[in-house]
């Protein structure tokens, strides 16, 4: 780039250098990712900084690339690692310790890593949604627990994830063992499969081919495993003009999940310093606000405002699924295996 002349009020001239070139930083996440453009640009423009997004799958794939490419490492910040893997992402030492000023207005109980090399983002929870219409004009009730899942009027309604492949799916499955403890948990599930439960890959195969209200009626399923800010997106995305949603939540006894998702500063980062700063951006009210729209999932800054979608028709259980990341992280192989070999073989 050529550098500019320009006079100085005595008429001599000046070298005016160019601008440094914008500093690239790879922000490596999940496939869900999804933020405003201009917000972004907010960040880019006051740290001449280029924000490049490397895609990596879901967020067990994620983690596992990022594990295998350590010594090397992929990005320079990680978004999208969930407490279901939070632990063994620690345990492999990938991040790079920054406690945030931000950290102060987000809830403890959102902090899960004491050493701070993950910051939460964001929280949702993973539910059943219900066509409340197709329940209604057949005049039958809505299952109150877990257990009217397996029982013969709902044969045949219901539409989950296979926890193998799918963020929800697994979190529907941990809700069920914290739920129904060890080994009741795989009752529950064999009588699902007697009821004719229907399992699908992941959740937009569910939601959209199966789920009578994603599907627009093209499925047969009027049961889903789905988020509890599903609703909100059902009325932002509708193309029939309606004002409220056509799915409701389904918020059963201590069978919902709260899913956290965080941020971390990549160990061999080439710079630290913006890396640091974006994980700040995302941490304050700007970034947090464009999050629910976009992800349809909570904000943890606690200054920032909800739009009126999310006050309408989202929800917060009032009793999630308890469960350390401690014993998912013990457990989960195990759990997704003992699944599968009830479900599938």
């Known amino acids: 780039m050529a550098a500019a002349v320009a006079c100085s009020p005595s008429g001599s001239s000046l070298i005016v250098p160019p601008p440094a070139e914008p500093v690239s930083l790879v922000l490596a996440s999940h496939d869900s990712f999804n933020i405003s453009e201009d917000v972004l640009a907010e960040f880019e423009e006051a740290n001449n900084a280029d924000v490049v997004y490397l895609a990596l799958g879901d967020a067990g794939e994620t983690l596992n690339k990022l594990i295998l490419s350590k010594d090397a490492p992929l990005a320079d910040v990680v978004f999208g690692v969930d407490n279901t893997f939070l632990s063994r992402a620690l345990a492999n030492d990938l991040f790079i310790p920054h406690a945030s000023s931000l950290l102060d207005g987000i809830a403890d109980e959102l902090k899960l890593d004491p050493e701070f090399g993950l910051l939460p983002v964001d929280f949702g929870y993973i539910n059943l949604n219900a066509d409340k219409a197709w329940f209604a004009d057949r005049g039958l009730p809505l299952p109150e627990r877990l257990e009217d899942l397996t029982k013969p009027e709902?044969?045949?309604?219901?539409?989950?994830?296979?926890?193998?492949?799918?963020?929800?799916?697994?979190?529907?499955?941990?809700?069920?063992?914290?739920?129904?403890?060890?080994?009741?948990?795989l009752?529950?599930?064999?009588?699902?499969?007697?009821?004719?439960?229907?399992?699908?890959?992941?959740?937009?195969?569910?939601?959209?081919?199966?789920f009578t209200v994603g599907s627009g009626g093209v499925g047969s399923r009027p049961l889903v495993v789905s988020y509890s800010t599903s609703p909100p997106a059902d009325v932002l995305y509708a193309s029939d003009g309606r004002t409220e949603p056509a799915s409701v939540n389904l918020n059963l006894p201590l069978a919902t999940f709260r899913q956290i998702e965080f941020v971390g500063v990549l160990q061999g980062t080439q710079h630290p310093d913006l890396a640091k700063a974006f994980v700040d951006f995302m941490?304050?009210?700007?970034?947090?606000?464009?999050?629910?729209?976009?992800?349809f999932v909570y904000p943890v800054n606690q200054a920032a405002g909800l739009p009126d979608l999310f006050e309408q028709f989202a929800e917060v259980p009032a009793d999630p699924?308890?469960?350390?990341p401690e014993d998912i992280d013990a457990n989960r192989r195990r759990w997704i295996e003992e699944w599968t070999s009830v479900m599938l073989n």
Do not use: C
């Open 187 to 210: 009752d529950f599930w064999s009588g699902l499969l007697a009821n004719d439960v229907l399992v699908t890959g992941g959740w937009s195969e569910a939601y959209f081919d199966h």
């Open 154 to 185: 709902y044969a045949g309604l219901l539409v989950v994830q296979n926890p193998a492949t799918s963020s929800p799916g697994l979190a529907f499955l941990l809700a069920t063992v914290s739920y129904f403890g060890e080994p009741e948990w």
């Open 283 to 295: 941490l304050d009210v700007r970034f947090q606000e464009d999050i629910p729209l976009n992800m």
């Open 321 to 324: 699924a308890p469960m350390a």
